[in-house]
């Protein structure tokens, strides 16, 4: 009788060692419940992930949506490892991630896991790796679709088809948000060029997944997205745009293996508008971006109390960016500029896992090949004369990072864990080579910026004292040396550079019960996190980083009397924070309250109404000098959702 196949369409296993480690997973349920439905929000749910800002994915510069995790901020790139499908999604130029064109209804499951990284593509996970899973034909059924529109006149579409075909199936889905937007510009600071925080956005995504024996299966995946808003000027237009594919062939036989590679075309472009004279002053017209990769990873079998993963990955972001400067006054181009740059990393690395009886240990190692190459700065003035024509010397070396944990089993239904890592960050092109100006200030690039390197431990618990209770409860003490911030040097200037380092210590808890039909889950991050900085940024010495609250909070209430039928309520807390680097501009605290209500009306059909902000809190999203941007106000959506 000829073996069965099984297509999963999902990578390996996650490596037991893993446990050891402090980590949430958010589901489908929990997607299901967000208010806004984006998954900027979703990620929020974990204990202590950030992004730099506050703005949501609809009212941001794209820019901006750098992801971190436990206060290890310092700008708006990424410190956080994120990867769909294992392939890593940041920004080849810029670090940030695509937010828009991650809606969380095409992700089976969402994986956080805090620490450095020694894994595939870990060069990047400073503060920790966000694994989403896409879904399959299980989770989205045939065909699912849903539109809703809200208060203010704006829409939301999504639908997805997921036929299954032979032993496979493919999963094509889409998703197009558009809308005359919020007020970000309070009342009593709108001038005649002030708009509505605009947006139109679409993205794409197909995969396929195919078996080539009883064992081992072929995934392919390819996704299109455009991105396009409207910033408190009119005129202050930005886009973000990309097109992704990658292949994933995963062997499951006694001798597991992974071999992934990917590309990357991505674009962005940005508008400057002045705010005194409300003309064009600065215009990013085009930033093409392009990112390669590859991994092979080995899983030989070495018996049911041992698993080791032995592993090689490489990663190359290339990018320029391509922008002319205007006078404020006459409106001329006053300069033009080109920069750019490559950088590349080699990895290799070995993990290996032990479990004995009720003890789980885990070590790991890798090494990585880093270069930064080609980089380059030119500047003309409006006539075409060159004033600045800049290269500088490539660089490259070698750096381990480590990681190793403990879990026991101390008793039925309670765990204890240790843990202990290292890990590093390339700085991004954006970094590197392209100085920004986000009115009135204006922030230097820094080609001489070197790698950061983390360094830290964490130790926790994890407590099930009944089957519908569990509690989650880590300690954590983390460094980041060289880490890089936006430094004031003077007046309306500042400039990217390494600081000693930025340390953050705090608590992050996890708590999920479930009494029949009533779930309750909340998540608390309370954290001290500061700047150690000499010499030329002595000034920051002690200070928090910019953008990092000490306590965030999220909690939950749903009911779900039936299969289809639910009713949630969330409140999210964020603490005050500060603006610059020098904590000048306060952020003050802000609580909002959410509401989600899905009713049958059928086998098939469901009515569903979302209210953001239910109690149309103001949330301060930008403060510069008493300059002020405000997050989304209240706002009620109804519509429709159809699955089959």
Do not use: C
């Amino acid at each position: 009788m000829p073996e069965a196949i099984i297509v999963t369409g999902r990578a390996l296993d996650a490596p037991e060692g893993q446990r050891a480690f402090a980590g949430d997973e958010l589901t489908r349920e929990d997607a299901r419940s967000l208010a806004s439905g984006r998954i900027e929000d979703l990620l929020a749910r974990a204990p202590g992930v950030q992004q730099f800002r506050r703005s949501d994915s609809r009212s941001a510069n794209p820019s901006a949506q750098g992801i971190t995790l436990r206060g290890l901020g310092g700008n708006a790139s990424s410190r956080t490892l994120v990867l769909l499908d294992g392939v890593p999604l940041v920004d080849p130029f810029f670090g940030y991630v695509p937010l828009s064109a991650l809606p969380p209804e095409r992700f089976d499951s969402v994986r956080v896991l805090r620490g450095g990284g020694a894994g595939a593509f870990a060069a990047g996970a400073v503060a920790g790796t966000i694994d989403l899973a896409s879904a399959g034909p299980d989770a989205l059924g045939l065909f699912s679709a849903a539109a809703l529109v809200n208060d203010r006149g704006e829409s939301e579409l999504s639908a997805s088809l997921a036929p299954r075909l032979g032993s496979g199936f493919a999963v094509l889905s889409g998703r197009w948000d558009r809308g005359q937007g919020f007020w970000t510009t309070p009342e009593p600071q709108r001038v005649p060029a002030s708009v509505r925080a605009r947006f139109d956005s679409w993205s794409i995504a197909v995969r396929a997944v195919a078996p080539l024996g009883p064992e081992l299966e072929l995934q392919a995946r390819a996704s299109l997205f455009d991105d396009n808003r409207t910033l408190r000027f009119a005129g202050a237009d930005s886009g973000a745009s990309g097109q992704d594919a990658s292949l994933r062939l995963v062997g499951r036989g006694a001798w597991q293996f992974e071999a992934l590679g990917y590309v990357q075309a991505r674009d962005f472009s940005n508008v400057v508008i002045s705010a005194t004279s409300f003309r064009k002053t600065l215009d990013q017209r085009r930033t093409p971006a392009t990112g390669l990769g590859a991994k092979f990873e080995l899983r030989p079998p070495l018996g049911a109390a041992h698993a080791l993963r032995l592993g090689i990955d490489w990663r190359r972001q290339s990018g320029e960016m391509q922008e002319e400067a205007y006078s404020a006054v006459t409106g001329l181009v006053t300069a033009r500029r080109k920069a750019g740059g490559v950088n590349s990393d080699l990895g290799l690395y070995a993990e290996h896992d032990w479990r004995a009886g009720p003890l789980l240990l885990t070590l790991a190692a890798r090494a990585d090949r880093w270069e930064v190459a080609q980089g380059s700065f030119r500047e003309a003035n409006g006539a075409g004369t060159v004033t600045s024509n800049l290269t500088f010397t490539a660089r490259s070396g070698w750096q381990e990072s480590l990681r190793g944990g403990i879990r026991v089993q101390a008793a039925p239904g309670l765990a204890l864990r240790a843990a202990a890592y290292s890990g590093l960050r390339q700085p991004t092109l954006n970094e590197l080579y392209r100085p920004f100006t986000v009115f009135p200030v204006t922030t230097r690039a820094n080609a001489a910026l070197e790698n950061e390197r983390l360094e830290g431990f964490e130790g926790g618990l994890d407590w099930s004292p009944l089957d519908a209770v569990t509690l989650r409860l880590t300690a954590f003490d983390n460094r980041v040396k060289g880490a890089i911030a936006n430094v004031t040097i003077g007046p309306n200037l500042r400039e990217r550079r390494n600081v000693d380092a930025v340390r953050s210590r705090g608590v992050e808890a996890a708590l999920a019960v479930k009494a029949g039909d009533v779930s309750f889950d909340a998540a608390l991050s309370w954290l001290s996190a500061r700047v150690q900085a000499s010499g030329a940024s002595a000034a920051l010495d002690g200070k928090r980083p910019a953008q990092v609250p000490r306590l965030s909070a999220f909690a939950t209430l749903a009911w779900r009397p039936a299969e289809r039928a639910l009713l949630a309520l969330s409140v999210k807390h964020t603490g005050a924070q500060w603006e610059d680097d020098l904590q000048t501009d306060r952020l003050a605290a802000a609580t909002s309250l959410d509401a989600v209500a899905e009713v049958p009306l059928g086998q098939r059909l469901a009515l569903v109404l979302r209210a953001e902000n239910l109690t149309d809190a103001q949330v301060i999203t930008r403060n510069q000098a008493g300059s002020i941007d405000l997050g989304a106000p209240r706002t009620l959506w109804a519509g429709f959702r159809i699955s089959m």
